[in-house]
């Protein structure tokens, strides 16, 4: 499939492989081997189980009114170092309300390439996507999931902390390290 774009006043011809279809190759491994595809049941809903949690977790993380409650664990000794409720949910510091990168006006030729952002004194236009909760940026990595209660949970893991999220309180156990101190220096 060709795709022609306009940088810069420049017309640059770009190719896109798609496929053994469009292209008349596959793409294989050094082994020869080739890619492997599985089809996907879907629910009555017409989605898969991926779709239906990214679905469920924009919802879980949009209610009015949630609490959460967010526990801080140690990477090294298990025990939680901070423990808060949350109102709503924790939101990465790299969220933004608007793009970080906006170019031209509706009287440039760049205009075509970008969506129309409003500005004070005119429209701008930006080549980012509005996420599906309504803003920009990127979020810390995590994992996410509903335990058979259908509890929520969140955990993020960075360096020497744990982060861990859930829509109802957890027991947590208290650990104890005992360290052998060699009294001869």
Known sequence: MRRILLVGGTIVAVMLSLGA????????????????????????????????????RIVEDNKPGAIKHLYIVSAYSGQVLVYSTVQGKVTSSGKRLNPSVVFGTK???????????????????TGEVLAD?????????????????????????????????????????????????????
Not at 29 to 45: E, H, I
Not at 146 to 163: C, E, K, N, P, S
Request: hydrophobic residues 30%; glycine residues 10%.
């Open 133 to 185: 909760d309504g803003t920009y940026g990127s979020s810390v990595e995590y994992l996410y999931w509903w335990d058979a209660r259908g509890v929520y949970h969140q955990q993020y893991v960075t360096g020497g902390m744990i982060l861990h999220v859930s829509s109802e309180p957890l027991a947590v156990k208290s650990v104890v390290l005992n360290l052998e101190l060699d009294r001869s220096q």
């Open 107 to 125: 009287d440039t030729p760049t205009a075509a390439s970008g969506f129309r952002i409003p500005f004070p004194g005119g429209d701008q236009f």
């Open 21 to 56: 279809d469009e292209c008349g190759t596959s793409p294989q491994s050094q082994s020869r081997l080739k890619r492997a595809t599985v089809q996907v049941q879907v629910g009555s809903d017409g989605l898969s189980v991926e779709q239906r949690n990214v679905t469920k």
